[in-house]
């Protein structure tokens, strides 16, 4: 099946930093890609979704200027966390969506999961 | 917008037994889809099952089948045979039938905890 991965898996850093989380499709063209976030023992919550080559549409109540999503090419979005404090760790979730070619259903794949402490 | 609930935030179930989570969604949609996703402790999400609500004939994949009742706004996941490996959150889904953009995304229950014992 599609592969999604993720980069980094885990990452700690210091309040007041910039952290930068990629999400790459590896077998296959994405042309929407999705990032969720997942407190302990909860649900995912959709942040935003990004469509390749232009803006990211941002869920309401996400801080756009925080959470900075970029998605320059088809296998390759990046969620940015701008001066990062405690509040943002959670676990950032990304999935990838293949191009639709004009038939049936497409799927939607999961990366594993980046999880953030921030100190 | 479209809600999902799931009113059991833990099941347990005898390995070999079956156990039915539950699942209600609120739309005003007459076509989309559903999903049932499986997190286990490593935090990847899985596809179990899928259902198109077009389809009146219920999904199966294995042990894993759903009971979709449409006018009632209900999906359940019913699981045969439970095995250890069982064990994970589970997540019931939906999406709208347009696939572009963000009308693709999903919106997720707040998820069911499945132990299995032996």
């Known amino acids: 099946g599609a592969v999604v991965s993720q980069h980094p898996s885990r990452v700690i850093c210091k309040s007041g930093t910039s952290v930068k989380i990629e999400c790459r499709s590896l077998?296959?063209?994405?042309?929407?890609m999705f990032w969720y976030r997942q407190f302990p023992k909860q649900s995912l919550m959709l942040m935003a979704t990004s469509n390749e080559g232009s803006k990211a549409t941002y869920e309401q109540g996400v801080e756009k200027d925080k959470f900075l999503i970029n998605h320059a090419s088809l296998t390759l979005s990046t969620l940015t966390v701008t001066s990062a404090h405690p509040e943002d760790s959670s676990f950032y979730i990304c999935?990838?969506?293949?191009?639709?070619?004009?038939?049936?259903?497409?799927?939607?794949?999961f990366g594993p999961g980046t999880r953030l402490t921030v100190l | 917008a479209q809600t999902v609930t799931q009113s059991q935030p833990e099941m347990s179930v005898q390995e070999a037994e079956t156990v039915t989570l539950s699942c209600t969604y609120d739309t005003s949609e007459s076509d989309y889809y559903l999903f049932w996703y499986k997190q286990p402790p490593s935090r990847q999400m899985i596809l179990v099952i899928r259902q198109e609500a077009y389809k009146q004939q219920n999904a199966t994949e294995n042990r894993f089948s759903v009971n979709f009742q449409k006018a009632a706004k209900s999906f359940s996941l019913k699981i045969s045979d439970s095995q250890l490996g069982d064990a994970a959150m589970y997540f019931c889904?939906?999406?709208?039938?347009?696939?572009?953009?963000?009308?693709?995304?999903?919106?997720f229950g707040t998820g069911t905890r499945l132990q299995v014992t032996l």
């Open positions: 077998d296959f063209q994405a042309t929407t």
């Open positions: 999935s990838a969506r293949d191009r639709w070619t004009g038939g049936g259903t497409v799927s939607q794949y």
């Open positions: 889904a939906y999406r709208t039938s347009w696939d572009t953009g963000t009308a693709s995304k999903l919106t």
